[in-house]
C-alpha cells in the first residue's frame, strides 16, 4: 500500500475517532443536564410538598361555612362543590329526574323514586312514611334539602334527631350546649325538626370531620361516640375513645361511620343511639331490639311491630374483606389525586366504579374492563336474591291477612308476625345499605338467606297452626 494512501486512511480514522469523541461529549452533557433537571425538579417538589397551604384565613369552631375552609385549600373544595353531580354505576348513584317545583318543594331536580322500581317496598313499609316516598340517594350537596323536602315530613312530624346526619350540626351543638356538645345534641334531639333545621345552614362540612386547628380527623357526632364505646366494651375495652385511641387510618372509617349506620330514635326523649351493644351485624342489632322490646311502627295491615333498618353501610363494611384488610371508607371513596407534589383526598366521595382507576388499581392490577364486571356481577346476584327475600315477605304477609280473614285466634298470629318482623328487617338491612352487596357480599347474601328463611317459616308457623285450629 502506498504511502500516501496510508496516510490518507489514518486521517480518516482520525477524524472518525475525533467525531466519535464529540458526540460522546455532546451525549454525556445531554444526559447530565438531563439529570440536574430531573434533581431539580425533584427538590422542588419535596419543597413544594413540605410546604404547608397558605393560611390565607383563619379557622376556629365557628368556621361552618365549607367556602371559608375553601380559601385554604382550594383543591379540597373544589371537589367538595362536586358533590352536586348526579351520575349512575350499573346498580348505584342517582340519575336527575326534573319535576315542576312549587311552593311546598321548589327543587328542579330530585333522584329516582325507589318505590316505583321496587313495589315490594310499599308493602314492606305499609303504615310507614316510608312507604309514601322512598328515593335514592345523590350526594351530600343535597343530603339536607331533600330531607327536609321528602313527602315523609308531611306525612309524619320528624324530630329534630334527623337532622344529625343530614346537616352540618357541631357548631349548632356548641352554641345549644354552652360549649358543651353533649349538651347541645340533647337539646337538638328534644326539638321538632322544623325547628332543629333553624339552628344550620347547609348539609355536613369541612368541621365537622376535621379539627379547625390542627385539621386532624375527628369525631363530632356524641352518638358515634356512645355507640362504640359499647361496641369495644362488649369486647373488653373500657372507656374507648376513638379522638384519643383509633389509629388515623381507623378515624378515615370513623368519620364516614358518623352517620353512615343503623340508628333509632329513643322513646321519650328522641336520643340518637347507635344499637351496637351487641355487636355490628345484622342480627346483634335485631337482638339488641328484641331486647328492649323496641318497634318503629305498627305494621297497617298484619299488626306486627316493624323495625326500619336505616343505612348501616359502617356495619357491613365492618363484616367484608376491605375491613379485615385494613382498607378503609376514604382509601375507596375517597383515593388520593396527585395535586403537584401532594396527595390530596377527592372530597367528591362517590363511587369507585366512577373512579377505578384511583380506587381499585391501587391494590388490584387488573384492567378496568375486568374489575368493573367483577363487581357488577356480585351487584347483579345480590339485587336477585334481594327481590326473592322481598317476594317471600310479601307472600307472608298476604298470608298473615288471609289468616286473620279466616278468624285465626290472635295467640296463633303471634309467631307468623315475629318471622315477618325478623324477616323484614333483615332484608331491609341489606337494601338500605348502599353498596348493593359489594361491601360484604358472602355476609349480605346469608342476611338475605335468613331473611328468605324467616318467611317461609313464617308461613309454615301459619300453616301448622291453622291446620290444627
Known amino acids: ?152 315530613q308531611r306525612v309524619v312530624q320528624q324530630p329534630g334527631t334527623c337532622l344529625h346526619c343530614h346537616a352540618s350540626t357541631v357548631a349548632a351543638m356548641r352554641k345549644l350546649g354552652d360549649g358543651d356538645l353533649v349538651r347541645g345534641f340533647e337539646a337538638l334531639n328534644a326539638m321538632k325538626y322544623q325547628e332543629s333545621a333553624t339552628h344550620v345552614d347547609g348539609p355536613i362540612a369541612c368541621i365537622d370531620c376535621h379539627d379547625p386547628q390542627t385539621l386532624e380527623l375527628r369525631i363530632t357526632r356524641p352518638a358515634f361516640l356512645e355507640g362504640i364505646a359499647a361496641w369495644k366494651a362488649s369486647q373488653g375495652v373500657v372507656d374507648y375513645d376513638p379522638n384519643t385511641m383509633a389509629t388515623r387510618q381507623e378515624m378515615r372509617s370513623y368519620v364516614c361511620g358518623q352517620c353512615h349506620v343503623e340508628y333509632y330514635f329513643s322513646k321519650g326523649d328522641r336520643r340518637l343511639v347507635f344499637p351496637w351493644a351487641e355487636g355490628l351485624g345484622a342480627e346483634d342489632a335485631l337482638a339488641y331490639f328484641d331486647e328492649i322490646g323496641f318497634s318503629d311502627w305498627t305494621h297497617a295491615e298484619t299488626g306486627a311491630p316493624m323495625l326500619k333498618a336505616q343505612h348501616p353501610e359502617f356495619e357491613t363494611w365492618s363484616q367484608g374483606v376491605h375491613a379485615r384488610s385494613g382498607v378503609s371508607c376514604a382509601d375507596c371513596h375517597m383515593p388520593y389525586v396527585r395535586v403537584g407534589a401532594r396527595k390530596v383526598s377527592n372530597h367528591q366521595v362517590r363511587s369507585p366504579m366512577l373512579q377505578i382507576n384511583e380506587s381499585c388499581q391501587g391494590c388490584h392490577r387488573f384492567p378496568e374492563d375486568e374489575i368493573r364486571p367483577r363487581v357488577e356481577e356480585i351487584q347483579a346476584r345480590h339485587k336477585h336474591l334481594t327481590e326473592v327475600a322481598l317476594d317471600a315477605l310479601v307472600d307472608l ?57 324467616a318467611s317461609r317459616r313464617g308461613q309454615l308457623a301459619l300453616r301448622e297452626r291453622l291446620a290444627g285450629s
Open 397 to 453: 304477609i298476604d298470608d298473615i291477612q288471609a289468616a286473620a280473614k279466616a278468624g285465626a285466634p290472635e295467640a296463633k298470629l303471634e309467631a307468623a308476625r315475629g318471622w315477618q318482623r325478623r324477616a323484614s328487617f333483615l332484608v331491609d338491612w341489606v337494601d338500605a345499605e348502599n353498596s348493593t352487596g359489594f361491601h360484604a357480599p358472602q355476609e349480605g347474601a346469608r342476611i338475605l338467606g335468613e331473611s328468605i328463611d
Open 1 to 152: 500500500m502506498s504511502r500516501s494512501r496510508k496516510t490518507r486512511e489514518g486521517a480518516r480514522e482520525q477524524g472518525l475517532s475525533t467525531a466519535g469523541l464529540v458526540l460522546l461529549l455532546l451525549v454525556a452533557a445531554v444526559a447530565a443536564f438531563a439529570v440536574l433537571g430531573l434533581f431539580a425538579n425533584i427538590s422542588e417538589r419535596k419543597e413544594e410538598a413540605r410546604v404547608s397551604p397558605a393560611q390565607v384565613v383563619a379557622l376556629d369552631e365557628s368556621s361552618v361555612d365549607p367556602a371559608v375552609w375553601g380559601r385554604n385549600f382550594p383543591h379540597q373544595y373544589d371537589q367538595y362543590l362536586k358533590t352536586v353531580d348526579m351520575e349512575r354505576t350499573g346498580f348505584g348513584g342517582s340519575e336527575a329526574v326534573p319535576r315542576d317545583p312549587s311552593d311546598v318543594d321548589p327543587r328542579l331536580f330530585t333522584s329516582r323514586s325507589k318505590l316505583d322500581r321496587i313495589p315490594q317496598l310499599v308493602r314492606m313499609w305499609a303504615g310507614y312514611a316510608f312507604s309514601k316516598d322512598y328515593r335514592e340517594k345523590r350526594g351530600h350537596a343535597y343530603m339536607l334539602e331533600d330531607q327536609m323536602l321528602t313527602e315523609r
